[in-house]
């Protein structure tokens, strides 16, 4: 009996070391599932707080961003600041406009639209800019002064960071290329602001103007760009593209300048064919066709 007991008593001895000598020379997987349980945890904690001050959306390869400090709000694009919104407007504060841009430039870009129709125009009596035929965010007065600009100017800057930014050619100081919903007196002085009387005649050409529009608003021109029918641009058989050009109505003695950027027309006698902003600016819609002076500037 006193045998049994004591050869169980070694057995357990025997358990008790091997267990302890498993225990030194294996890792202890329990503790080691709890190290990793615990960083699984920092983890998810890290990333499940929103960060109060900058967010961001992929899409398409574009990485859309909005960044909030004290009193501005900035939009940001692939990284760059393209704007940054001073002061609210109409109810809305900085960071609710930035965050308004920020989902309208998304969804025209999800659409489709191009980067080269993101353009400055004006809405309502206020500078603005576009993408395409829809406003993305309005330039006001206060974020402008702040920034020691005029608004067109300011609207002029971001227009291009943002094309730029999306890979889109920067547009030059041409005012005939801001965009507008039709035509209106304020719009066709500020198209033709710093051009009319000061620019160089290359030549001068007389014929019939035509007008083209909606039947072929959106479709890329001969230049490449998309043909938007409110701009102020025009085609013509042989001058290069780029060119600016100022055509007067010879009836009613309006006149306005465009930009050369697509061919045609090439009905006989006609030697210019305007989009339909540029045709409603001299006053040739609704009569189609109208006798015209072509001057060619330098």
């Known amino acids: 009996m006193f045998r049994k007991q004591t050869q169980c008593h070694i057995s357990i001895l ?4 091997v267990v302890s000598l498993s225990t030194m020379i294996t890792p202890n997987t329990w503790s080691e599932e709890g190290v990793r349980q615990d960083q699984s945890d920092l983890k998810i904690a890290s990333t499940a707080v929103p960060m109060a001050d900058i967010a961001s959306e992929q899409q398409s390869g574009i990485a859309l961003a909005h960044k909030f400090d004290p009193g501005t709000a900035s939009l940001l694009v692939n990284g760059t600041e393209v704007l940054k919104v001073r002061s609210p407007l109409g109810g809305y504060s900085a960071q609710a406009r930035v965050l308004n841009a920020e989902r309208r430039l998304q969804a025209y870009l999800a659409n489709g639209g191009s980067p080269r129709d993101i353009k400055p125009g ?4 206020q500078i603005v800019i576009r993408t395409g035929q829809t406003v993305l965010i309005t330039v006001d007065e206060q974020t402008a002064k702040q920034a020691g600009l005029s608004q067109k100017r300011l609207a002029f800057i971001w227009t291009n960071l ?9 547009l030059s100081r041409d005012t005939s290329r801001i ?9 066709s002085q500020l198209r033709q602001a710093d051009t009319t009387g000061q620019e160089q005649v290359k030549a001068m050409l007389k014929g019939y103007a035509s007008w083209y529009g909606p039947g072929f608003h959106g ?3 001969a230049n490449g760009e998309r043909f938007n029918m409110h701009e102020m641009t025009a085609a013509h058989k042989s001058l290069p593209f780029n060119t600016r050009v100022r055509v ?6 309006r006149s306005a300048i465009v930009r050369i950027t697509d061919r045609g027309p090439y009905a006989h006698g006609r030697i210019i064919d305007l989009s339909k902003g540029a045709a409603q ?3 040739m819609l609704s009569s189609g066709t109208a006798p015209v002076t072509v001057e060619v500037l330098r």
């Not at 025997?14 to 070391?17: G, K």
């Not at 004006?122 to 009596?125: A, G, K, L, V, Y």
């Not at 943002?162 to 920067?170: D, I, N, Q």
């Not at 007067?248 to 003695?253: E, F």
């Open 14 to 17: 025997i358990c008790s070391v």
């Open 122 to 125: 004006e809405e309502d009596n």
């Open 162 to 170: 943002l094309r730029t930014s999306l890979g889109a050619p920067e």
């Open 179 to 187: 965009a507008s919903r039709g035509f209106s007196p304020a719009l």
């Open 219 to 221: 479709r890329r021109c």
């Open 248 to 253: 007067t109505n010879d009836r009613t003695g």
């Open 281 to 283: 600016a001299i006053g």
